[in-house]
């Protein structure tokens, strides 16, 4: 009896905490942040609690850039992400380091992984969650990665209870809810959609996320509201000065 009362709690718990929290920089996704005039060290610096990088796999090297055309040899995940991290990480600082694949999945992974392995700091680190999105292998193989992989799920598929302990965030394209691409306001249908979806991931004890939203205070604001967990943001020093502005 006095499990399941103490499991009843715990389930309280986490159901207050997806419906309570208080929204901070943590809950702020730096998009394509290598396109920051100051790549992750802007964004690590305002403590915002996420951060993406688009990766590429050519000639055994992982470069970063959203497309074949940007990428640049001396632009490197390791340079710009993971020594950065290893020298500035604080030991109880949070962070989601999103990584997007751009080329094929299985051997880009296995790169990564192997890079991966050179920084025991970051991938022993609780407080760093790697999370893959992008060019995924099936769902089915999420189980057979390692303990410091961790995938991005999408809001419209099914996932067993094994992958899901493999999903760290649920994103989405905010165009499929929406008449089209970056629409604002929100009509209520669309914000309904919205919501309905926020919950069914809620549900699952997931973040969720939605990429290609508007990008300023009154959207913000709103997705807030929503409790949408990360919002999407290319301009950091602005929604830096917003939630100044709030707390």
Partial sequence: MKYFITCFVALLCISFSASSQSFTLANV???????????????????????????????????????????????????????PLLAYNLPNRKLQLLIDVKTEAISTLDSLIALLKKYPAIINNKNITIVISGNNPPDS????????????????????????????????????????????????LEEEKIMAAIEKVHALHKPVRLWGTPDFPAAWEAFIKMKIDFINTDKIEEISEFFQKKN
């Fill in 29 to 83: 996704h730096s998009h394509n942040d290598y396109e920051q005039k100051i790549p992750f060290d802007l964004a690590y610096t305002k403590q915002l609690g996420s951060i993406e990088a688009d990766i590429h796999l050519v000639n055994g090297m992982i470069l970063v850039g959203h497309d074949a055309k940007d990428l640049v040899m001396n632009r490197s995940l390791e340079k710009m992400y993971l020594a």
């Fill in 141 to 188: 193989l999420f189980i057979h990665y390692p303990n410091f992989i961790f995938f991005d799920g999408r809001i419209f598929k099914n996932y067993t209870e094994e992958q899901l302990t493999k999903i760290a965030l649920i994103s989405e394209d905010y165009g499929k809810f929406t008449m089209w691409k970056k629409t604002w306001p929100m009509q209520k």
